[in-house]
């Protein structure tokens, strides 16, 4: 069956670290994967996505993901976190199902960022 | 003002009353959804419209009912609340059929908690 799965509920980083977010993904054949980031308060809003070709893709706010298919992975970067990054990061997979464009969503990795 | 609004934002109820969430949306989206989120298990699909006559169950239907009233109002329904519906609401929309596109516009969602 189709799951996602993102290892690790919370994450704690300092501004201007680094950062890298887990996304593991089982799906046989290529999947549409996308990161979606929902802070306090509000709807999810789409960082990015990748659909085929170049394996490193570039989103909003200076993130970037890589698809690795040896690893199953599509696991979310960035460079410097600014204190505006803490948020809840959904890592989702979208596959075609009895008919129809299905939309599967990891469990969610919530990003505190220390001063 | 949000393309994709939501109302209530927050809704106390108590087990066995009925209850409506709506949900309206000015982006001329053919396709809506509603979603549930709870802590840990990221989001689950309850219904999924293509169009006014085409409405269709997701994952997690059961408790639930939809109506889908104009091209931009799709309305979620408790029929009657039990606790174990206490959860976040996302209502969502997409521009077409096609998961290419992959992007989801989200409302800002509606708290409900079953007493």
């Known amino acids: 069956a189709q799951s996602v799965t993102q290892p690790d509920i919370h994450i704690t980083v300092s501004e201007g670290a680094s950062l890298e977010l887990r996304c593991n993904y089982s799906y046989g054949a290529t999947p549409y994967l996308f990161w979606y980031v929902q802070s306090p308060g509000q709807g999810l809003q789409l960082l990015l996505k990748?659909?085929?070709?170049?394996?490193l893709v570039q989103g909003i706010k200076g993130f970037e993901a890589e698809f690795k298919r040896s690893q199953s992975s599509f696991n979310l970067r960035k460079p410097s976190v600014h204190w505006s990054d803490a948020a809840e990061y959904f890592c989702a997979v979208g596959f075609l199902s009895g008919g129809y464009n299905k939309l599967i969503f990891g469990a969610g990795t919530r990003l505190a960022v220390h001063p | 003002d949000a393309d994709v609004t939501q109302t209530p934002r927050n809704r106390i109820t108590k087990t066995g009353k009925r209850i409506m969430l709506e949900c309206s949306q000015t982006k001329g989206h053919d396709r809506m959804y509603w979603y549930r989120q709870d802590p840990g298990l990221g989001l689950r699909l309850i219904y999924y419209s293509f169009d006014v006559k085409d409405i269709n169950k997701g994952e997690i239907s059961d408790g639930y009912s939809v109506s889908r009233q104009a091209q931009a109002k799709f309305s979620l329904s408790l029929e009657s609340a039990i606790p174990n519906q206490t959860a976040l609401y996302f209502c969502?929309?997409?521009?077409?059929?096609?998961?290419?596109?992959?992007?989801?516009?989200f409302g800002e969602g509606s708290r409900l908690t079953v007493l």
């Open positions: 990748y659909f085929s070709g170049d394996t």
């Open positions: 969502a929309t997409s521009p077409d059929r096609e998961m290419r596109t992959g992007e989801l516009f």
